[in-house]
C-alpha cells in the first residue's frame, strides 16, 4: 500500500548549519514522484524539490537536495546553510502513476541563530 | 496569470449544515486534490480526481462530497455526516508528468 513515513515530529538546527529531513516511503508501482513542500505558519504550501523514481542523479534546487536511495525507499531532504526563514513545517510526499498524491505526517523545522 | 483558487479564506458555518468550499484552477491540470489539515498534523487525501466526472476516494472521504463536472473545477461539499469538520481545507492540481503539484491559499472552516 502506498505510505509515507516521516520519522522526526520536530527538529532543532543552528542558523548557517546542515540539517536533514527524513522520508521513506512504500509503493509497489515502479513509476513514481518525490515531493518536498515547506509549510510556513501561514498555511501556504510552497514546493521546494522533486525526484522521479527513474531519476539517477539526487535532485537539487539551491540550498536543497534530495537523497534519493532507492533501494531503501528513502528520500531524505538536505537544507544547507539554514537560515531563520527556514522555520517551518515540511512535509514529504508521493505521487503514483494512478496519480494518487498522498502526504507525510511532516517534520516542524526550528532553526535558532 | 495561472493558478488556483479557493474561496473563501474563512468560512463559518452552524452545526448540521451542508457547505461547499470553491476550487478552482486555470493551469490545465487533469488532476485535482482535496486534502484536510488539523492543527499540527499532516495532509490527508479526502477525494481526488484524475479527469473529468470522474473521482475517487482518498484515507477519509465519509461525510464529504465532490464533483468534477469541469476541468476547472473541483468543489467539495462538507456535508452534516462529517462529525468533526472544523479544519484548514487545501486543494491541489497537477498533471501527470508534472514535477510540482500548485496548491490554493486554503480554507479555514469553523463549524459552532
Known amino acids: 500500500a502506498q505510505k509515507i513515513t516521516q520519522t522526526q515530529p520536530g527538529m532543532f538546527v543552528q542558523e548557517k548549519e546542515a540539517v536533514t529531513l527524513d522520508c521513506t516511503y512504500d509503493t509497489s508501482d515502479q513509476s513514481y514522484g518525490l515531493f518536498w513542500y515547506k509549510q510556513p505558519s501561514s498555511g501556504e504550501m510552497i514546493f521546494l524539490i522533486y525526484q522521479g523514481s527513474y531519476d539517477e542523479q539526487n535532485a537539487t534546487e539551491g540550498r536543497y537536495s534530495l537523497n534519493f536511495q532507492k533501494a531503501r525507499k528513502s528520500a531524505n531532504l538536505v537544507i544547507s546553510a539554514s537560515q531563520l526563514g527556514d522555520s517551518a513545517m515540511y512535509f514529504c510526499a508521493m505521487r503514483e502513476a494512478t496519480d494518487k498524491l498522498i502526504f507525510g505526517t511532516g517534520t516542524r523545522l526550528q532553526v535558532f541563530p | 496569470d495561472g493558478g488556483i483558487t479557493q474561496s473563501p479564506k474563512y468560512l463559518f458555518r452552524k452545526e448540521g449544515q451542508n457547505v461547499t468550499l470553491s476550487c478552482e484552477q486555470n493551469?490545465?491540470?487533469?488532476?485535482m486534490y482535496w486534502y484536510r489539515q488539523d492543527p499540527g498534523q499532516g495532509l490527508r487525501l479526502i477525494y481526488y480526481?484524475?479527469?473529468?466526472?470522474?473521482?475517487q476516494k482518498g484515507d477519509i472521504a465519509e461525510g464529504y462530497s465532490v464533483s468534477r463536472e469541469k476541468k476547472e473545477s473541483f468543489p467539495l461539499t462538507v456535508t452534516s455526516a462529517q462529525k468533526n469538520p472544523t479544519a484548514f481545507y487545501l486543494c491541489?492540481?497537477?498533471?501527470?508528468?508534472?514535477?510540482?503539484?500548485?496548491f490554493g491559499q486554503g480554507t479555514r472552516l469553523t463549524v459552532v
Open positions: 480526481s484524475q479527469i473529468v466526472n470522474d473521482f
Open positions: 491541489a492540481s497537477s498533471s501527470p508528468g508534472n514535477t510540482e503539484a500548485f
Open positions: 493551469l490545465n491540470h487533469d488532476a
